[in-house]
């Protein structure tokens, strides 16, 4: 909804001699009542946004915003007395806030959204003032002047663009509407300044309007594009439950916040009362939009087979999207938002979704979800293939986006200037490209019996797993347990088996094993397909090669597991996607998204993940999922201990026997962390 650079830019500068001299007006004595008040105001103006630095002082400033212009740091607003505004006085701050005019008579950069604050009433500017003097810590930190390029350096002209463009007055209540509304009127206009990042501005910068009365008034909110980011056009754009409850929690039913309005819910609209949420609520719903009227399914609609299964689109967005926002773009649950009937995503200005699909996404970390969930960037795939994947996601489910160039993708590429992908020996396998084989349609078959095992083998499958469950993505993900070059190494002597297997055995096996299920025939056209889709990605390797991201890591062997801090691990990094009884998180219609890790629908005993250091090497390369950047399953890597001793703590947890147990390792050898 509100992009950085903007947020940060319309906020930010007060400079460190706005408030230095004369005192017009006097403020009143600060009171515990009137200390949080002024807490509340500037948590309603998300003053901390701006003011604060990742890792440093709350409100000290040194925030670098880079504009077209320059540079401009903000400033430190403690009440320190040297480097902050201890010094500082009511009326210049109130002079400062309303009229952007500084202490010593220089006018301050727009920057600072002063047409907005300029509508706060007196007693809010009053109760600010207390409690950034008497409610926040002091802290020594001298301010970093500005670098702004000539002419821009120069203040003069900003006397010319006030008055051509600043209104001053405050915040004028409309006598025909609820005192609600008017209240949401108050918060968009005035402190929350909304318009700085949803309103469009004209030739000089400004916004075309400050509010919805007036000419000009329909343009008030109703969207903008600024610094790679698409602001939505706010105008009767949710139901008003639908707008708490994403300024609450950073999503709802129709997407989840992106970009810099992830921090604005973080540190500003999650702390709002539910009153004061409501009313602003009330005044965006009511507020008329001129866009084009959407008629949008009920629910979401399937995605057809062919449009998943024969589209370059499809299948990019099938490999590289569908772990977390699922075949049927619904997301999961409060961890990955739905991208079906998402504002964002088929928003008529593609530049969001873009964005982030070029450089990843985190969400909001609020009191109701206070772990912050991410995707990583997909910036090493090339611009045809974002367009390609972008285009589908916008065009499905009952979606009416419209289709993504790939000059859209690189323009937005160059804007971001984003660092190039550390270069890799892996090179990942594309879904899309099984569309220029000859047998495309039997490869696809086994793609889809590896990465939807249970739904199209329900008689083979014993269990809620998939193939993809162990071999991610497919089997195209380095470390985790990829297919890429693995056929190569058939037909080869199997240790377990105690002689030589093929392919076909090692696939049946997992079957058994990994599925707790039944082998395929030989003969059977799946089985054929997995063996053809495993082949396709051989590429080139040879018995003996040395095949890059093969397999998963490796665990120290000298640690000693500690199943007690692995239940605590469990409990805190895995249980929100494998449910605190460990079996699984399941979707609304009753489809597993995320798979048990004990009970009868995991594996069996006899499953090389039944082994505590086979699990621990898998969780090291690829756990927690979901929770990092790193390509392509934002993986946020555990230590080696960690992984051991949570690996440990599920492995031994209760599951389903393996009949023919007896029968492996007949020439000995067997691991020492073999289950039986």
Not at 296 to 309: G, I, N, R
Request: glycine residues 10%.
């Amino acid at each position: 909804m509100k992009n950085k650079t903007m947020l940060r830019l319309v906020r930010a500068f007060l400079p460190a001699a706005l408030l230095a001299a004369g005192c017009a007006l006097a403020a009143p004595d600060p009171s515990a009542e009137r200390l949080q008040r002024g807490e509340y105001v500037a948590r309603l103006g998300d003053c901390v946004a701006c003011h604060s630095v990742a890792g440093g002082k709350p409100m000290a400033g040194g925030l670098a915003l880079n504009t077209p212009f320059g540079t401009i740091y903000s400033t430190n607003i403690t009440p320190d007395a040297k480097t902050g505004i201890g010094a500082y006085r009511f009326a210049d701050f109130d002079q400062a806030m309303r009229k952007g005019v500084a202490a010593d008579g220089h006018n301050l950069y727009p920057a600072m959204p002063f047409p907005s604050y300029a509508k706060l009433t007196v007693d809010d500017m009053q109760a600010l003032f207390a409690y950034l003097q008497q409610g926040v810590a002091p802290v020594v930190q001298a301010n970093r002047p500005s670098d702004m390029h000539w002419p821009f350096s120069m203040r003069w002209g900003l006397s010319l663009w006030k008055a051509a463009f600043l209104s001053d007055g405050l915040f004028q209540s409309d006598t025909t509407q609820s005192a609600n509304w008017n209240r949401g009127a108050y918060i968009a206009q005035g402190l929350g300044h909304c318009g700085s990042c949803h309103t469009p501005r004209g030739l000089g910068f400004q916004e075309k309007a400050m509010g919805d009365a007036g000419s000009g008034g329909t343009q008030y909110l109703s969207g903008y594009t600024f610094d790679v980011w698409h602001a939505a056009n706010l105008r009767d754009l949710w139901s008003v439950p639908e707008t708490v409850r994403f300024l609450k929690t950073g999503r709802n039913s129709f997407g989840a916040a992106s970009g810099s309005m992830t921090e604005v819910i973080q540190h500003s609209t999650q702390h709002f009362t539910d009153a004061d949420l409501t009313a602003l609520a009330e005044y965006l719903k009511a507020l008329p939009s001129e866009a084009p009227a959407r008629k949008p399914p009920v629910a979401a609609l399937q995605a057809s087979a062919q449009d998943l299964y024969k589209t370059r689109g499809g299948l990019g967005y099938v490999q590289f999207c569908s772990t977390c926002h699922r075949r049927d773009g619904r997301g999961v649950g409060d961890i990955f938002p739905p991208l079906a009937l998402n504002t964002s995503v088929q928003a008529k200005d593609a530049t969001s979704v873009i964005h982030i699909a070029l450089s990843g996404w985190q969400s909001a970390a609020t009191q109701s979800s206070p772990r912050a969930f991410g995707m990583p960037g997909y910036s090493s795939l090339e611009d045809r293939e974002i367009a390609e994947i972008t285009s589908f996601v916008r065009t499905q489910w009952g979606n009416q986006g419209e289709a993504v160039s790939t000059d859209q993708v690189r323009k937005i590429r160059e804007e971001l200037k984003l660092k190039p992908a550390e270069p890799s020996q892996f090179v990942t396998p594309r879904f899309s490209a099984l569309l220029d084989q000859a047998n495309a349609d039997q490869l696809i078959l086994g793609m889809r019996l590896m990465t939807q095992t249970k739904d199209l083998l329900p008689g083979h499958v014993g269990n809620a797993l998939n193939c993809s469950s162990c071999h991610l993505n497919g089997g195209t993900v380095a470390k985790g347990s990829p297919f890429v070059g693995i056929s190569a190494f058939f037909p080869s002597e199997a240790p377990r088996a105690g002689r030589v297997i093929d392919l076909e055995d090692r696939i049946n096996g997992c079957f058994k094993r990994s599925m707790n299920g039944k082998p395929l025939a030989r003969d059977s056209a799946e089985l054929k397909a997995m063996v053809a889709y495993t082949d396709w990605m051989k590429g080139s390797t040879k018995m003996g090669d040395k095949v890059p991201g093969r397999g998963t890591e490796k665990v120290d062997a000298k640690l000693v597991a500690n199943p007690v801090n692995g239940k605590q691990i469990y409990t805190e990094q895995c249980a929100v996607c494998h449910a605190a009884d460990g079996q699984g998180l399941k979707q609304a219609d009753g489809s597993t998204a995320f798979p048990p890790l004990w009970g009868e629908q995991s594996f069996n005993i006899g499953a090389g993940m039944a082994r505590t250091y086979t699990a621990a090497a898998f969780v090291k390369a690829n756990m927690v999922m979901g929770h990092g950047q790193k390509f392509p399953l934002a993986q946020g890597n555990l230590k080696d201990q960690d992984a051991l001793d949570v690996a440990e703590y599920f492995s031994h947890m209760p599951r389903p026997d393996f009949a023919e147990k007896a029968k492996d390792w007949p020439k000995g050898g067997k691991p020492a962390d073999a289950r039986y």
